[in-house]
T-cell receptor, first 112, second 111 residues
């Protein structure tokens, strides 16, 4: 079993829809949670960085962490065609803070 | 701020050869990590350097080695290349206790 599981998709939604992306994890030591966006043939770009449980909002993006369920989510409101990319969840523990453990990535397409 | 820069952008090597990839961290960052990303997969942690020493290592063979220089830049060396080493190699930098920022990667093709 992988430490971090992420549905690879692909996921295709119409412009303006609310998108929900999710990851589950098995390592209870994870306390730092990140979402990265990766365009084709580019490096990952940090979108959200959260610590422990709760919600964090940044513009159209909301990151949610539920440590009791070992489940994290990223919500995108008013989705735009420019949001079309692969979204990667990543997490780390205080002990292994230098090592990010990534999910497989979800490929998202927003259709105009 | 130039961000994290990696060179070269693309590289083609033959099986059995050796390759060196380079990374310059974001200004103010002192820690560099390397990741391997196979097509359709998430990045996999190779190792991390801080204060010119390897601090943590992922599940990669000794063919993968690295170095960090006094100016915090870093190199990743891979010996005896295999076809399976073909991937996007990503460098990430950070200051201690902050989030990591990634470069654009080096796409390595082994033929």
């Amino acid at each position: 079993q992988k430490e971090v599981e992420q549905d690879p998709g692909p996921l295709s939604v119409p412009e303006g829809a609310i998108v929900s992306l999710n990851c589950t994890y098995s390592n209870s030591a994870f306390q730092y949670f990140m979402w990265y966006r990766q365009y084709s043939r580019k490096g990952p770009e940090l979108l959200m960085y959260t610590y422990s449980s709760g919600n964090k909002e940044d513009g159209r993006f909301t990151a949610q962490v539920d440590k009791s369920s070992k489940y994290i989510s990223l919500f995108i409101r008013d989705s735009q065609p420019s949001d079309s990319a692969t979204y990667l969840c990543a997490m780390s523990s205080p002990q292994g803070a230098q090592k990010l453990v990534f999910g497989q990535g979800t490929r998202l397409t927003i259709n105009p | 701020d130039a961000g994290v820069t990696q060179s070269p952008t693309h590289l083609i090597k033959t099986r059995g050869q050796q390759v060196t990839l380079r990374c310059s961290p974001k200004s103010g960052h002192d820690t560099v990590s390397w990741y391997q990303q196979a097509l359709g997969q998430g990045p996999q942690f190779i190792f991390q350097y801080y204060e010119e020493e390897e601090r943590q290592r992922g599940n990669f063979p000794d063919r993968f080695s690295g170095h960090q220089f006094p100016n915090y830049s870093s190199e990743l060396n891979v010996n005896a290349l295999l076809l399976g080493d073909s991937a996007l190699y990503l460098c990430a930098s950070r200051r201690q206790g902050t989030e990591a920022f990634f470069g654009q990667g080096t796409r390595l093709t082994v033929v």
